[in-house]
């Protein structure tokens, strides 16, 4: 019977007394920020700690969905960083901080092990990337296994395979959370504390890296959990995004992106934190803050193992830019303040809209403050149903948005009508909400798919005991079924469909009006996100055996009639040679009636074609 932990709460209200600790006199932290930081954060937890109410709420939560103490204690966890820590890239608001474990606190040391890791390759079909351990280069990912054959068997990745591939650098399984019971269950606390739809992706490295994570840059707000063995962290603050404006801050050191560890300094960053977590340790990163890893300390004997869990705000468009991007996008106004447009024009609207939103004039924003008012997420609870408080935050919100975008540019924000800005904060809160059960529904679906694999394995325990040899699990079609690749494909799918409503509902409000003309937008095929032709930069989801994954195009293969495809994913990995059918167009593309469609011209007919442009804008045809 599971009993209301009192240690919870006190363990996270000795925040400030563990909130930095360092392996090198050398390193500094901002202790007058950092400090009242985490002064709040031990206020609000001594304030939960002294209510019976709120000692319980862990345990009840866990309970529910026949959960245990460590999900209890994750739940509480997540409920204290929601309460208390400042979430973003601001460097004046937010700081890195490490909560160490000891005997009286919670442990999450042990949670999830190899032997867990094990298990999982062993009884579904999951994939992997494998790091690169450069310090000087961009952070990349391969694969980690191939097909053996066309069996499914032969498809499978092994443990094997995971061990081989350790000993050239980190194994990352992204959306962990989402495939793996056990840590769907860890990410679903993290979800329902934070009221977010976050993810859980688990990191694997051997002892003896010297890189095993070279300096980078993530779009969320990351708490990490180490479970097994150890890993030495170096946090910083974030790089002068005026420096490289075409950079994305949020994935510095990531594709082709270089951020080398020599160089950090010349860009503006400082060594903010400095340690080495041990099982049970739990580390938490602002978005846009770099850091690096590796595993070659003297002692560090055992197998890395840490989960990282993603606060997706930016991912999911829940930050002030995003927001006023939509705003701007349903009242058909154009962006001159950030966009790199001059006109009302929507054939350049619509082609800026596609763009990260993240690189460009936003990083050559001479207003600090401003720039970080507009990446600032907004407020937590905003996805959550409290009918007396949903009016007052969302009016708070239009205010904060209008005052932000005034600031930014008086002109352009003068041309939205007025109920645009509640309208369009109302509409992605319904986006917010939908992606938020979706999540829930996916992560609770993996959880009971878990207790059922616990079922079976209990009624075949016999059989399995009296067996002499290890055999690699064989499942029979009812469990290939139920695989986590076909599972998690359906909410994916459910995203996508949301993610496109929500486009659409911008689109919709858009007035097509260049002053002169009044052009008619084309209706598009009704399977055009399979179908319509792509070109270098798309931004795409890539069929990687029932899983989809976001991406952009890089290279366009024509061949004969056929074409195919070479794309980049934001983590860095890199596929080639995919066929049309296995890529989804994200954006719905807007062509005007008299606009041409230059996606399947030769490059010497494009040549002739922007000429004869050229000569017509000359002579002002």
Known sequence: VLRPQTSSFSRLSRLSKLCVTSSSSSVTTSSTTTTADTSILEKKLEEEAASSNSKNKSIEWSEMFGLGKAEADLYTLFCGIRESIPLGPSSTKSKPFVLKNNPSSPNFAGYFTFEDLAKAVDEDFLDAGQGTTDSTKGWKLKTVSNPRGQSFEEARMTLEDVETALERGTVIFNSAGAHIPKLAAATLASVDATALPNAL??????????????????????????????????????????????????????????????????????????????????????????????????????????????????????????????????????????????????????????????????????????????????????????????????????????????????????KIPQEIWKETVERLRRHGMALLEIHRDMYISAVEEGQTRQEEAAMTAHIVSSSSTKRRTSLTPEQMQRLSVFRVKKYFDKIDVCNQELQEWANSGKKVDDGANNKKKKSLPENWAFEWPLKVGDKVEADLGGAWFEASVTNVNHSGASSSFDVLFFDGDRETGLERSQLKLLTPPIILEDEVDTSKMTKKELKRWKKQQEKKAKHGL
Not at 320 to 335: I, K, N, P, T, W
Not at 400 to 408: E, P, V
Request: glycine share 6%; charged share 25%.
């Open 201 to 414: 992706n688990l990191y694997v490295t051997a002892a003896g890296k010297r890189t095993s994570a070279p300096p980078h840059t993530d779009k969320q707000d990351v708490v990490v959990v180490q479970t097994a063995g150890s890993k030495h962290w170096r946090v910083y603050s974030p790089p002068n995004p005026n420096l490289k404006p075409m950079a994305d801050m949020f994935a510095r050191g990531k594709g082709d992106d270089n951020l080398p560890l020599f160089s950090l300094e010349e860009v503006g960053c400082k060594v903010l934190l400095e340690t080495t977590l041990t099982a049970g340790d739990v580390l938490f990163i602002p978005a846009a803050f770099p850091h690096t890893t590796d595993t070659a300390a003297d002692g560090m004997d055992e197998t890395s193992l840490h989960l990282t869990f993603g606060l997706d705000t930016r991912i999911w468009g829940l930050d002030y830019l995003s927001l006023r991007r939509l705003v701007f996008e349903r009242a058909g106004v154009v962006d001159t303040a950030l966009s790199g447009a001059d006109s009302n024009n929507l054939a350049v609207l619509a082609t800026e809209t596609e763009q990260n939103p993240y690189q460009g004039k936003i990083n050559m924003l001479p207003n600090e403050e401003l720039r970080n008012d507009l990446l600032e997420p907004l407020p937590m609870g905003l996805l959550e149903e409290n009918e007396s408080e949903d009016e007052t935050m969302i009016d708070t919100i239009v205010q904060r948005l209008k005052r932000i975008s005034f600031a930014l540019d008086e002109t352009s924000a003068q």
